[in-house]
């Protein structure tokens, strides 16, 4: 029996300025049966209070009002594994947090919200982004090795290769599309075996880009950059059909600066 599964990642901004601004209304339309939600910058409270009636696993950030990912699920959870391991700095907490389902057929996958750095180039926070690399790096090759259908998703604050931003020339020296940056989504894709699932089923490019600033005329103009990801292992990639950016018909219905990339995968 064919089982169909709706993965949706999207960085909010902010839930409670989300909300005000309808993400309700999009999430009713959506119905996905796993949300992955980065930036929350809200407490446990106000998160459950909105998805009453979902299992949510959340950390939040230890810095008030910054970072805090999420997962919102219908799926019942077994297993949660919040951060990467011993000796965290604050400004690593709230960005990382994985999962493992039940699905109605006996079967499980692990699903990871994980919300990146952006860094500023030229700065320790760009020392402190590769350090943070490094250790997602890790994590990701141990679930990979463990050959189960995983997916990692959120905002990873890099655009991978020119056609992920729009204007690339004016950004080659800027956080985000640094080579060093990018070498990482290389690692992942080329030695761990990860399939990115928006290019996959996205066509060649340019775009589709999942984030926009508020300001000017840069969504309107769609110039944007590709930074949201749904990073999945060959065993669950294989199963998705369908990957979508559900990016606003217009400047005011947008909830977030990102647009949501949603995976159908049929399992």
Not at 73 to 91: C, D, F, I, N, S
Not at 180 to 190: F, N
Not at 210 to 231: K, M
């Amino acid at each position: 029996m064919s089982l169909v599964l709706t993965i949706a990642t999207v960085n909010v901004n902010g839930i409670r300025a989300a909300f005000k601004r309808d993400m309700a209304g999009w999430l009713a339309a959506r119905t996905p049966d796993v949300l992955l939600l980065q930036e929350v910058r809200a407490p446990d409270e106000i998160l459950h209070g909105l998805f009453e009636g979902w299992h949510v696993v959340h950390q939040a950030s230890e810095i008030k009002g910054r970072a805090g990912v999420a997962i919102a699920t219908r799926l019942p959870v077994t297993a949660v594994r919040v951060g990467l391991g011993e000796g965290e700095q604050p400004v690593d907490t709230g960005r990382w947090v994985e999962a493992d389902l039940d699905l109605p057929d006996g079967g499980s996958v692990t699903v990871v919200s994980t919300y990146i750095h952006s860094g500023t180039a030229g700065t320790p926070s760009m020392d402190d982004k590769y350090a943070y690399l490094d250790r997602v790096t890790a994590r990701m090759r141990e679930l990979a090795q463990e050959g189960a259908r995983v997916v990692v998703a959120g905002d990873v604050n890099i655009a991978h290769r020119e056609v992920d931003i729009k204007n690339w020339k004016g950004n080659l020296k800027a956080a985000g599309f640094l080579p060093q940056e990018r070498a990482y989504v290389d690692t992942w894709l080329d030695e761990l075996g990860y399939v990115d699932l928006g290019r996959q089923h996205g066509g060649e490019g340019p775009g589709p880009y999942t984030w926009w600033s508020w300001r000017g005329q840069a969504f309107v103009n769609d110039s944007g950059w590709r930074i949201d990801y749904q990073l999945a292992t060959p065993a669950l990639a294989e199963r998705a059909v369908k990957v979508e950016v559900d990016r606003a018909a217009s400047y005011e219905e947008r909830f977030s600066d990102h647009a949501p990339v949603v995976a159908t995968y049929d399992l």
